[in-house]
């Protein structure tokens, strides 16, 4: 067996919580391999909301095994309140959800680094979603971080003691008040209630599950674009998005990446700073902000909105491998007479789809479609979708050579058509 793959081609946000949870009936296992509490995943069905950041996203299917990943990141504190949130239902996850033992902690002091590295930025800041991510990945390249598998061991504290030593040391280099008690308090009691999981070795857990004909889908966090590697550094987030990261952040072999679904929405967002070729600040840059309701799921900032770049888009499908793509909020759309989507970069008078080293200063070369003014959201099948749609969806294909397999149609789970 082989590993499927979801992931975000974009800036985040492209609607992977959704999409994984109506993929996960057809998987044994779904697991997150990167990122942590900075991502948002927002899942809609039987009329209610759940907005995930830790917790795959297959979590509310009876018969799925969730992972979490040694590639990740964990806020005890926020993953408990997570699982607090999900079983005030009155279900219980313990058994649904796993932790691979090399996952690191993000602590407390984690927070405040990261937040007092922003503030030194000023105006030049990254918009981290401040909750530890940058310097958590920073304390595990460097060799300093914790584990998961730690907090088992008779000197555990000691550990965490070391490591908060080093993290008070560096925040005397900076001119920024802060006050952790409180929540130091929440992650120790947070860190005796994680206990009850089951911690695993992900190696053997996964290689296990494959050879025992186990379906496994590995969910992304954030986007391609954001990715430390291939994103707009150094605009980007700590991890590796793309599906490289998959092998490191589960601990499975290259040769087991099965099916790469890349999904992006019909238009672009970007919350945080950077470069967004695409971006727009006039009344249709507006439009799509509030037709899109576009607002951060974990932080609720405002998202930068813009037409799709195809020049971005294909990059992001070149690094991943994509086999399939996941087209999300086309129905956004339906609120305009004519649309847009960028075709090519001018770069000083030159006509390019290669993705430059500096995005900063291109200029999108864009081609306009007619919209479908029709409620998709009523359309069940490829068939039933407006024509403007259809030929919108093929200019795609055609231009980056992979074809669109899912179409989301509405935030609710039922609203999702599979070709
Ligand atoms: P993720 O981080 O990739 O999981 O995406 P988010 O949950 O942060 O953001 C996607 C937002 O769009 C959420 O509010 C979803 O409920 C919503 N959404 C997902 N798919 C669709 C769609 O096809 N149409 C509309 N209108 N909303 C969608
Ligand atoms: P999901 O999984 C959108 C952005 C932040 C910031 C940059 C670095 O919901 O798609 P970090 O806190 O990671 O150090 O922030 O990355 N960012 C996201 N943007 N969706 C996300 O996750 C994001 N996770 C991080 O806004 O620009
Ligand atoms: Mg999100």
Known sequence: ??????????????????????????????????GGPNAGHTLIFNGEKYVLHLIPSGIFRDNTINVIGSGVVLDPVIFIKEVEGIEKSGRDITDNLLIAEKTNLILPTHR???????????????????????????????????????????????????????????????????????????????????????????????????????????????????????????????????????????????????????????????????PFPTELFDEDGKKLQEAGHEFGATTGRRRRCGWLDLTALKYAIQINGVTALIMTKADVLEAFEQIKLSEYYDIKGEKTDYLPYDIEHVKPIYKSFKSWQSNIKECKSHKALPEELKSYIAFIENKVGVPVKIISTGADRKDTIIL
Request: glycine share 12%; charged share 25%.
């Open 112 to 274: 405040i680094l990261d937040a007092a590295n922003e503030a030194e930025l000023g105006s030049g800041k990254i918009g981290s979603t401040g909750k530890g991510i940058g310097p958590a990945y920073t304390d595990k390249t460097s060799r300093n971080a914790l584990h998961i598998g730690d907090i088992l061991l008779p000197d555990f504290k000691e550990k965490y003691e070391k490591l908060k030593a080093r993290h008070l040391k560096r925040l005397k280099t900076y001119d920024y008040n802060f006050d952790i008690e409180e929540y130091e308090a929440q992650w120790f009691e947070s860190i005796e209630k994680i206990k009850r999981f089951k911690f695993i070795n992900s190696v053997h857990f996964f290689n296990d599950a494959l050879a025992k004909g186990k379906k496994v889908l590995a969910e992304g966090a954030q986007g391609t674009m954001l990715d430390i590697n291939a994103g707009t550094y150094p605009f980007v987030t700590s991890s590796t998005v793309t599906s490289s990261g998959v092998c490191t952040g589960l601990g499975i072999a290259p040769s087991r990446i099965g099916e790469v679904y890349g999904i992006f929405k019909a238009y672009t967002t970007r919350v945080g700073s950077g």
């Open 1 to 34: 067996m082989k590993t499927d793959v979801l992931l975000g081609l974009q800036w985040g946000d492209e609607g992977k919580g959704k999409i994984v949870d109506v993929l996960s009936p057809k998987y044994d296992i779904i697991a997150r391999f990167q």
